[in-house]
């Protein structure tokens, strides 16, 4: 249950005080950026985490969801479980590390989370693997199964306390010729007509790769999968445009992002055109809305090289057609991330970087607007 009144203050008192945040990093002065480290190699006897998904209630509090996996780096179907901190202070403070969902057979990796702001329940969507089974192992002939790598989907009505069993949306979405598909990592969204829009990879019945979503529009009671948006696409996000279009932001492998739009709500999309601005080395990158009395901007972010390095957060005013503003957060080595507006007004952004390896950590990032916006 979501703490409230006395119980609450106190327990922000407690969490004030307490060693959760270690790691941490002080905010620059000249800038306001705020860092600190939420999961590293061997905590919890965990190998690597990896795959960040970062989302906040309606309540404030930040859940910021990674990969556990437990005896090496791999996707599925090695052993990997889900594991989860929070925050009640936007970022300062978490609780511990606790795995929140770990199947007693297979496993489960890819997390993406998302706000049912009329409600206020938390989704997370991910993978589950049963023995043996990953993206590339996962067979055809059957909407569901234990040769099918599924969509599974929890969720938590206290912010995060508990979660709920695990329901396959498989058979909903799934076309039985498909070899295997997945949701995208990170942080998926709620449009402004209320539908729940998730980025999903697809490796059809000749083993192409395409791009797609799946969406609710019942607030996850029914799900239904729309069209590819275009073959050599993998993991995208979604962002939505003013007037209700939908902004699809791909992996490629080609260089550079590639990019569509919807004017369906994210069911099928016009003409794939690569942004040459947005450099990309093949990896998950984060997009989102930021609007405030003054600004209405996407940010994006990613590692801008063409090697996992140099993890950068980009501003755009123009609905993504050019990225004027840029700041780099960390130059090294970095990989998957995403990014969220908060309710105060900055930008969070949770990613993987290293001194050596891009995935020797996950670690939160807050700062104020300012500090990418140049104009």
């Not at 930040?62 to 437990?70: G, P, Q, S, T």
């Not at 052993?79 to 007693?104: V, Y």
């Not at 709920?164 to 990592?185: C, G, I, Y």
């Not at 799900?223 to 996000?237: A, V």
Request: charge should be neutral; charged fraction near 20%.
């Amino acid at each position: 249950m979501v703490l409230r009144g006395s119980l609450r203050y106190l327990f922000y008192v407690l969490l004030l005080i307490s060693p959760f945040a270690s790691g941490k990093t002080a905010p620059e002065p000249s800038t306001g950026i705020f860092q600190v480290d939420l999961f590293h190699q061997g905590d919890l006897g965990v190998h690597t985490f990896r795959i960040p998904a970062l989302v906040q209630s309606k309540h404030g509090v930040l859940i910021a969801v990674a990969d556990a996996r437990f005896e090496s780096t791999r996707d599925l179907p090695a052993k990997i479980a889900l594991a989860m901190r929070r925050s009640f202070d936007n970022g300062a403070h978490w609780t511990p590390i606790r795995i929140i969902l770990q199947p007693q057979a297979g496993g489960v990796g890819d997390a993406s989370l998302l706000l049912d702001r009329e409600t206020g329940r938390i989704w997370c969507f991910h993978g589950y693997g049963p023995p043996g089974i990953g993206f590339h192992t996962a067979k055809p002939g059957s909407p569901t199964g234990p040769d099918t790598l599924q969509l599974h989907a929890i969720y938590s009505d206290d912010d995060g306390e508990t979660w709920s069993v695990p329901r396959d949306l498989t058979p909903q979405v799934k076309d039985p010729a498909w070899q295997a598909f997945f949701a995208t990592s990170g942080t998926a969204i709620e449009t402004s007509a209320g539908r729940f829009l998730l980025p999903i990879v697809v490796r059809d019945a000749q083993g192409q790769i395409h791009s797609a979503n799946i969406y609710s529009d019942d607030h996850g009671k029914t799900w239904r999968r729309g069209e590819f948006i275009g073959t050599g696409t993998d993991e995208s996000h979604a962002v939505e445009l003013p007037g209700g279009v939908i902004l699809q932001n791909m992996r490629t492998g080609r260089g550079t992002r590639a990019i569509a739009r919807s004017t369906d709500g994210g069911r099928t999309f016009g003409a794939l055109t690569q942004d040459s601005m947005l450099i990309d080395p093949g990896c998950n990158a984060g997009i989102t809305r930021y609007r405030n009395q003054k600004t209405d901007a996407l940010i994006f972010t990613n590692a801008a090289s063409h090697k996992r390095e140099n993890l950068t957060v980009r501003a755009s005013y123009d609905e993504g057609r050019t990225w004027p503003s840029s700041r780099v957060l960390y130059p090294g080595p970095a990989a998957y991330s995403t990014v969220i507006a908060l309710q105060n007004g900055e930008i969070a952004v949770l990613y993987e970087r290293g001194a050596v390896d891009s995935i020797e950590k996950i670690t939160f990032a807050r700062f104020p607007f300012g500090w990418i916006a140049t104009r």
